[in-house]
């Protein structure tokens, strides 16, 4: 299995280049946020916990979102791989993500970071908010909370995974081809 985790800001295009991606590589795409979408639309228990924390721009708590995902992984047992869109978050998430791995003989291959400017961000995702219908995309403050909860509860992970040498930043900004381009170079050296 080639697991690749995608990692970047809220509005950095990891769902964007998942799309390309899975196809290219054969890879189950995995987004934390779709899978809890999905829940709070059919109004599942899951749902109703994660609910609160969605719609403030909070993380969810990460016992309830390793559990969704590593029942997630689990429904795909023939894999050529995953693509992880959104998880892990926090360092408890990828701790916990590579005791699971490791418990099914795997591993993440390379974390592969789309790096683009906050202000330049803000701006794209409070577009998508005028379309996607996410109440988390449409309210400037509860975009700057999920930046918040970014720098103070995800950016660390770039140290532990630059501590075990499979940290890739690519530049962000360019058009969707060229940034693919750029994921396609790292993830055909692995
Ligand atoms: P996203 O679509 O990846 O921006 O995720 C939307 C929202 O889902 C986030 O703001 C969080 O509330 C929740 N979420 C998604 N993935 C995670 C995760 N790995 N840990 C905690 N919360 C998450």
């Known amino acids: 299995m080639t697991n690749i985790v995608l990692f970047g800001k809220p509005g950095a ?4 280049q998942a799309e390309f ?4 590589y054969k890879l189950t795409h995995i987004s934390t946020g779709d899978v809890f979408r999905f829940n709070l639309k059919n109004d599942t228990e899951l749902g109703k916990q994660a609910r609160v924390f969605m719609d403030a721009g909070d993380l969810v708590p990460d016992e309830l979102t390793t559990k969704m995902l590593i029942d997630e992984v689990n429904k795909h047992p023939n894999t050529n791989g995953i693509l992880f869109d959104g998880y892990p978050r926090t360092l408890s998430q990828s ?3 590579d005791e699971f791995l490791t418990s099914i003989n795997s591993k993440v291959a390379a974390t592969i970071a789309l790096e683009a400017d906050d202000e330049i961000l803000i701006q794209r995702l409070l577009e998508r908010g005028k379309t996607s219908g996410r ?3 449409q309210d400037e403050e509860k975009i700057r909370n999920r930046y918040q909860e970014y720098n ?8 532990y995974y630059k501590a075990q ?4 930043p690519v530049n962000g900004i360019g058009s969707i081809a060229e940034i693919t381009d750029r994921v396609s170079a790292v993830i055909d050296n692995l």
């Open 135 to 137: 109440i988390d995309d």
């Open 152 to 159: 103070e509860k995800t950016a660390p992970l770039m140290d």
């Open 13 to 16: 295009g990891k769902g964007t």
């Open 95 to 97: 701790v916990a993500l």
């Open 165 to 168: 040498g499979k940290f890739f």
């Open 21 to 24: 991606l899975k196809e290219k």
